[in-house]
């Protein structure tokens, strides 16, 4: 059976200090792969998309990058982190494009 | 891009069943309706899909209308593990290639005893 990893489970980061979160799938190849970030008291807002080692799309101008340096691994990253940064940062998968995604159990993350 | 009006919340009683409404009238021929939800501080779950057909699995039945302007989530026999706030998405056409989801606001369901 397929499961999604995500760490860590929880972080606080100073502004100003670098950030990398990492996302691992296991029981499947050539997933399609999503940063979503979910804001306290609001919905949740997709970030990033992987189709493919190497091949990363981004949804919204931001302080963070993505990369996938391997086919189940996803990570994110940022060079120097804004307050705004804070929420919860969840990883999703799915096989192509017209199945269901699975999502990770997230990372909070509070920037002080 | 179709957009989404659920309901900011709703509160439904235990063992009852609850029907979520979602309203999606700019929703184009080849795009589907998608459920999901997301119990606090876990990420969402997948819940069902549909076209134009009614569907029914283990979790919930998915009512689309005719004219597939609505649709809504039955949950037949609600619990108190199913508060939760549920997400009612259209998937984008020029997500052909990528299966991206766009979620807005949810309704939040409370289950009461």
């Known amino acids: 059976s397929q499961t999604i990893h995500q760490w860590p489970a929880t972080l606080v980061q100073p502004v100003g200090s670098p950030l990398s979160l990492e996302c691992t799938v296991e029981?499947?190849?050539?997933?399609?792969l999503y940063w979503y970030r979910q804001a306290a008291g609001r919905g949740l807002q997709l970030l990033f998309y992987s189709v493919g080692i190497g091949q990363i799309s981004s949804e919204v101008p931001q302080n963070l990058s993505a990369s996938r340096p391997q086919d189940r691994q996803f990570i994110l990253s940022s060079k120097k982190l804004l307050l705004s940064d804070s929420g919860f940062y969840l990883c999703a998968w799915s096989p192509d494009a017209w199945n269901e995604q699975f999502f990770g159990p997230g990372t909070r993350l509070t920037v002080l | 891009d179709a957009k989404t009006t659920q309901p900011p919340s709703m509160d439904c009683a235990e063992g009852r069943a609850a029907n979520l409404p979602c309203n999606h009238s700019?929703?184009?021929?080849?795009?589907?309706v998608y459920w999901y939800r997301q119990i606090h501080s876990q990420g969402p779950q997948y819940i069902i899909h549909?076209?134009?057909n009614n569907e029914t699995n283990e979790m919930a039945s998915l009512i689309i209308t005719e004219d597939r302007k609505s649709s809504t989530l039955i949950l037949p026999h609600a619990t108190l593990r199913d508060t939760a706030v549920y997400y009612c998405?259209?998937?984008?056409?020029?997500?052909?290639?990528?299966?991206?989801?766009?979620f807005g606001q949810g309704t939040t369901l409370q289950v009461k005893p």
């Open positions: 029981g499947t190849s050539n997933p399609n």
């Open positions: 700019t929703i184009s021929g080849n795009e589907y």
């Open positions: 549909g076209l134009k």
């Open positions: 998405i259209v998937r984008l056409p020029s997500s052909s290639n990528t299966g991206k989801l766009i």
